[in-house]
């Protein structure tokens, strides 16, 4: 069950799961729930490719095997992102060159 209300920030439109423990199809990875730094924080400008598009159709890339979800990004894009906030399991991004 993805969450749709009351998720801090609000803007993201539900990719953090509710409760339970992660990893859903993939099984987690590195960073679920293990308190691993992650490989970006807010602000930083990192070079990416979109891997996928999500159900929500924002564009999914990987820095270090950690998901960066990028608004208005289609399969294949190359460029440049900047950080914009940063969760257990997953960042969001936005297109700056």
Same mark, same amino acid.
């Given at each position: 069950?993805?969450?749709?209300? /009351?998720?801090?920030?609000? =803007? ?14 993939? /099984?987690? /990875?590195?960073?679920?729930? =293990?308190?691993?730094?992650?490989? %970006?924080?807010?602000?930083?400008? %990192? ?7 999500? =159900?929500?159709?924002? /564009? ?14 289609a399969q294949g894009w190359?460029g440049k992102v900047r @950080? %914009? ?9 936005? @297109? @700056?060159?």
């Amino acid at each position: 069950m993805y969450q749709d209300e /009351g998720m801090e920030g609000g =803007s993201r439109g539900g990719y953090e799961r509710r409760g339970g423990r992660g990893g859903g199809r993939g /099984g987690g /990875g590195m960073y679920a729930n =293990s308190g691993a730094p992650k490989p %970006v924080k807010p602000g930083d400008e %990192v070079e990416v490719e979109v891997e996928a598009v999500a =159900s929500k159709g924002d /564009g999914i890339a990987k820095k270090d095997g950690f998901v960066i979800f990028i608004k208005g990004a289609a399969q294949g894009w190359k460029g440049k992102v900047r @950080i %914009v906030e940063v969760k257990e399991r997953f960042a969001t991004g936005e @297109i @700056i060159a």
